[in-house]
């Protein structure tokens, strides 16, 4: 082992486990996750809506009493949505081939990209059925999203899953099971990866939060409808198509070509990921230029 690899810190996927006969029940580090984005992300959000100062026009776009409606929403959403994803995107043949397996979602296996068009349905019927303006709704997920984002990639590097291609950069960590194990034309006998969660935990919340908040604070961006969405897009897009290029593909991109490509364009060769994140990098720049021709909307 190289002397500067980091050995995978000592900590368990599941925070407590439950048996009692046949009966068990584990809380994992990544549903706990997911359930503190939700929650975190809904008060900032009821936050937000008790502010009418930030918003266009100076008027807060609902009551702050029906964010606890859009989260119940917005979590069928993500959830249907990721789910649904994952099934399509990555491994349609093995789940056309055993359709019982798509519903153990317990078992791991959710679409970032899913689960944000999923949101977006869900977004899209709240505010048909609550007369709510479409952007104002898109803001307000995208300015708490990188709470979620952040803890989710954390938890991933605790899950010791989605790690990066090797490496023998000084940061770079062995991770247990499989990630650990060598290429057979890696030089060493053990593998460390590129910890590419926690790198995608940096650029996707942690410094898309940052930028949210100065843009919101610094330039009252909420008032600006489509700008936060934009941005969100715009950074996320961009921050996953970068990493994609350090982290490891899935197993069934790997089977089709040694550097896990679904897409060459020339010599070079575009992930899942990257072809996914592309049409938000597009989306995400087109709704910052629409947002920011607008003018500011009266107080």
């Known amino acids: 082992m190289l002397a500067l690899q980091i050995a995978f810190p000592p900590v368990s996927p599941e925070i407590f486990r439950i048996e009692l006969g046949n009966f068990a029940f584990a809380l994992r580090w990544y549903a706990l996750a997911y359930i503190a984005g939700f929650l975190i992300g809904w008060r900032l959000i009821v936050a937000a809506l008790r502010r009418p100062a930030l918003w266009p026009g100076a008027t807060a776009p ?70 709510v303006a479409p952007s104002a709704v898109a803001d ?47 030089p060493h006998e053990v593998c460390a990866r590129h910890p590419t969660q926690l790198y995608e935990a940096a650029l996707e919340g942690l410094l898309l939060g940052l930028v949210v908040w100065w843009l919101i604070r610094r330039f009252n961006a909420l008032a600006r409808p489509w700008l936060i969405t934009g941005t969100f897009f715009a950074i996320y897009g961009a921050s996953r198509f970068l990493v994609e290029f350090w982290r490891e593909p899935d197993a069934q991109f790997l089977a089709r070509h040694p550097q896990g490509h679904v897409m060459s364009l020339g010599e070079f060769g575009l992930t899942m990921g990257q072809l996914l994140s592309l049409p938000l990098l597009a989306v995400g720049l087109a709704l910052v230029f629409v947002a920011l021709r607008q003018k500011p909307a009266a107080r």
Do not use: K
């Open 62 to 131: 609902m009551a702050p009493e029906r964010a606890e409606v859009l989260l119940t929403w917005i979590v069928v959403g993500v959830i249907l949505g990721g789910r649904l994803g994952f099934v399509i995107f990555y491994q349609p043949g093995y789940y056309l081939a055993n359709p019982g397996q798509i519903l153990r979602v317990w078992e791991g296996g959710m679409s970032f990209h899913g689960g944000l068009v999923g949101a977006a349905a869900a977004g899209w019927l709240f505010c048909r059925r609550n007369g």
């Open 140 to 186: 307000a997920m995208s300015m708490v999203i990188a709470v979620g984002l952040f803890l989710g990639r954390v938890a991933n590097f605790i899950n010791a899953e989605l790690w990066g291609r090797p490496t023998t950069a000084p940061w770079g960590v062995v991770f247990p099971g499989h990630g650990g194990v060598c290429p057979p034309d890696w």
